[in-house]
């Protein structure tokens, strides 16, 4: 692996994406996950679907000294999309530090539906479960054995019911995240969801069985890589195309507990979730 630092940060064209991006940038050189593993140089990936957005969205980026910020055409819906990437990364720099899994999607956003039912759930999950595991699939083979992947969640995750919340709590692989993930897709096409504890909303679902996904993750990769940390985060409300232009905090404050998990010291936690830079018990 190369002296290079490497991150990624998924959907980083807008949001909190571009905020991750943007503190990245500013504040790589000089972090603790920088220092530990004695890097000379940062790049940082701002990943986006769209090639003219994310080419739009790095014009904006002012990086410090020593930091390569480059644009990665990246649809994590794609699998052909996700392993040209990853072989890109493989054959350039050898191996990657941090990867923000930050793209996401909801219903009810930029004039898309708002249902609880099955079609909803596949094109949400695409992006916010199925999209997380086949960029961590990929990715984990490559990361450095001090990295970091940090999923972005969301407060909504606590509208699980508490008995469902105590079941996810102990999901200890990604084969349990993902049978818990299909029990779900069947009860909404049964209509007994609600019966299991999720609330009547996709978007919400999906955060709420992506942290049980990052905890078997977690759990699966402690043991062969104990410095290896994974983690979900939850952002607060921020103002975004998907927050709205009411929520009280800036995309650069919603991506500051993303980046501290990604590249500052976390205590050698993971499988975990935080907010505000703490812990959270969910
Ligand atoms: N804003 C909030 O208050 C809030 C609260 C809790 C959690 N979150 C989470 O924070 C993350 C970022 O949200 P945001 O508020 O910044 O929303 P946003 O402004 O709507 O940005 C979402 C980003 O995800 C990208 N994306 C969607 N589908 C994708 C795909 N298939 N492949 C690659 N990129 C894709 C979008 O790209 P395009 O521009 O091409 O669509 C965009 O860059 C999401 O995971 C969201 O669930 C947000």
């Given at each position: 692996m190369s002296k290079q630092f490497v991150a990624i940060v998924t959907g980083?064209?807008?949001?909190i994406g571009l905020g991750c991006i943007r503190t990245l940038a500013r504040r790589a050189p000089s972090s603790y996950l920088n220092k530990r593993v004695k890097a000379k140089s940062s790049v940082i990936y701002l990943a986006s679907r769209d090639a003219e957005r994310g080419r739009a969205a790095l014009r904006d980026v002012s990086a410090a000294k020593g930091v390569d910020v480059q644009l990665a055409v990246l649809d994590v819906t794609s699998g052909e999309s996700i392993e040209k990437f990853a072989e890109h990364v493989r054959e350039r720099?050898?191996?990657?530090?941090a990867l923000i899994n930050n793209a996401g999607t909801a219903e009810?956003?930029?004039?898309?539906t708002a249902l609880f039912d099955s079609d909803t759930v596949d094109w949400v999950f695409k992006v916010n479960y199925d999209g997380v595991h086949a960029m961590t699939d990929a990715f984990l083979p490559l990361m450095h054995p001090q990295g970091r992947i940090v999923n972005v969640s969301s407060?909504?995750?606590?509208?699980?019911?508490p008995e469902l919340r105590e079941r996810l709590l102990k999901v200890g692989s990604v084969r349990e995240a993902d049978a818990y993930m299909e029990e779900f897709k069947s009860a909404v096409r049964d209509g007994t969801a609600g019966k299991l504890g999720y609330p009547a909303q996709v978007y919400a679902s999906s955060k709420i069985l992506l942290n049980a996904l990052t905890k078997g993750f977690a759990a699966e990769n402690k043991a062969a890589h104990p410095n290896l940390l994974i983690n979900y985060i939850n952002p607060g409300w921020v103002r975004t195309d998907m927050g709205g232009?009411?929520?009280?905090?800036?995309p650069e404050q919603g991506a500051d507990t993303a980046c501290w998990a990604a590249?500052?010291?976390?205590?050698?936690?993971?499988g975990v979730g935080f907010s505000n830079r703490a812990e959270i018990e969910w």
């Open positions: 980083a064209n807008k949001g720099h050898g191996g990657i530090h009810g956003v930029g004039g898309r407060g909504m995750t606590y509208t699980a019911s232009a009411g929520a009280p905090l800036t590249v500052e010291d976390i205590s050698g936690r993971s």
